[in-house]
């Protein structure tokens, strides 16, 4: 779970901001050029950053002021807090610490070309570690937990429509339909008279297609009818349903930008209430009020 997010000069945040995130539900609340997608790809280059060599923050840095980044969160109930000031050519600072009874704990501090550590094994690691690369992404299988949470546990969303291949993927691989009660609960708690679903795939001359068929109970008579003769809004509840799951299940943090944009507030109160009080976290932005924690932007 996300527990804070620190930012300056980066992207449109010139100033630092700190946005506290500290709750499974987060609505990112604000008007249009607000900010508000761009915390998320702030989030989505670290990530990038830290899965490779390339600076990828470098564009977004407007001036010759340094930039900073900063986040807090737990991973199997530890708290770590991991951030890095760096400008167009260089890291100056990275750091991670954990945090023991609420005492803060130097797992890694660079400075410039200093390093201090808690595991001396790291400071081998630290000798590949290039001015322009995080050190992070050099140490990810000695620092796994964090690097894995920080690159896979959080997915990215910038567009719900993205979703919809790869969840075809995933229903087609669900032979024991184990998504399908799910689904059709989610389709019925919205009063949606889908009853049931067929996905199938097909070998296509380039790459896989699919076969999707609904079906509907109206009046008490059955009818089937094709994905695509479904509403667009009955299309993106499918999409998005097995990745709420995974994050239900997995602990995972699902982040997706202006969800009110495309599903309608019935829809958007029902996931709400799915992940209340569950171990994952979602964090959605938005230009609506909804009953969970608001994170403001004007």
Do not use: W
């Not at 630092?16 to 790809?41: A, P, Q, R, Y």
């Not at 001015?131 to 959080?154: G, P, Q």
Request: charged letters at 25%; one cysteine or more; hydrophobic letters at 35%.
């Amino acid at each position: 779970m996300i527990l804070e997010i620190e930012v300056e000069n980066l992207f449109s945040f010139k100033d630092k901001i700190t946005f506290d995130m500290n709750s499974n539900i987060v609505n990112i609340n604000g008007s249009n050029n607000s900010g508000k997608t761009n915390l998320l790809k702030i989030l989505n280059y670290v990530s990038l950053m830290i899965r490779g060599s390339d600076n990828y923050l470098n564009t977004y840095i407007y001036n010759d002021k340094p930039s900073s980044f900063k986040i807090a969160f737990l991973k199997n109930n530890t708290k770590y807090i991991y951030g890095f000031i760096l400008n167009k050519k260089q890291v100056s600072r990275e750091y991670l610490y954990y945090y023991d009874l609420e005492e803060e704990n130097i797992i890694f501090e660079r400075v410039g070309k200093s390093y201090t550590f808690k595991d001396k094994k790291l400071k081998n690691i630290s000798n590949i570690a290039s001015d322009n690369r995080l050190f992070l992404s050099c140490a990810k299988d000695s620092l796994n937990e964090v690097y894995t949470f920080l690159t896979s546990t959080i997915g990215i969303c910038l567009d719900i429509r993205t979703l919809i291949e790869p969840s075809f993927n995933l229903y087609s691989k669900d032979t024991n339909n184990k998504l399908k009660p799910y689904v059709l609960n989610f389709y019925k708690n919205i009063n949606v008279n889908i009853i049931d679903y067929n996905v199938k795939s097909i070998t296509l001359e380039k790459g896989t297609g699919y076969t999707i068929k609904f079906k509907h109970n109206i009046d008490s008579k059955n009818y089937i009818i094709d994905y695509g003769d479904e509403s667009s809004s009955n299309r993106l509840v499918f999409a998005i349903i097995p990745f709420i799951l995974k994050t239900l299940k997995e602990e995972k943090v699902l982040i997706i930008d202006d969800l009110d944009s495309n599903l309608d507030n019935r829809i958007i109160k029902e996931i709400i209430n799915l992940l209340t009080d569950s171990k994952g976290e979602l964090i959605f932005t938005s230009h609506n009020n909804y009953n969970c924690k608001t994170v403001k932007l004007d």
